[in-house]
């Protein structure tokens, strides 16, 4: 049974830098896509950035939304299976609640390619 369950958020100042890690447990990063999304109150659940793995693990690629790209940073350990976001310049637009997803059969930013989701963890950003 795969598992996902996230952590790093917590409130912080305008301009600054958050590391979100999801633990992925049950899921072998050997092939699949894994990817953050985030829901701000009121609105509806967006995706920021995925990676795409194949090759057996051996190469990926990284995709991210135009409301981020330049600003966080997805990357993953295979050792420790582990998804993380480094968030920096971070604004008060990007408050929400931010979920790891992994889907293994397609990639994208549409939620409903996602078979596992994270519990979610929340990031404020303030001014």
């Known amino acids: 049974q795969v598992q996902l369950v996230e952590s790093g958020g917590g409130s912080v100042q305008a301009g600054g830098s958050l590391r979100l890690s999801c633990v992925a447990s049950?899921?072998?990063?050997?092939?699949?896509?894994l990817a953050w999304f985030r829901q701000a109150p009121g609105k509806e659940r967006e995706g920021v950035a995925r990676?795409?793995?194949?090759?057996?693990?051996?190469?990926?690629?990284?995709y991210y939304s135009d409301s981020v790209k330049g600003r966080f940073t997805i990357s993953q350990d295979n050792a420790k299976n582990t998804l993380y976001l480094q968030m920096n310049s971070l604004k008060l637009e990007d408050t929400g609640t931010y979920y790891c997803?992994?889907?293994?059969?397609?990639?994208?930013?549409?939620?409903?390619?996602?078979?596992?989701w994270g519990q979610g963890t929340q990031v404020t950003v303030s001014s």
């Open positions: 997803a992994a889907a293994r059969w397609s990639c994208g930013f549409d939620r409903s390619l996602f078979d596992y």
């Open positions: 049950g899921w072998s990063n050997r092939g699949g896509c």
């Open positions: 990676i795409l793995i194949g090759g057996g693990g051996t190469y990926w690629t990284t």
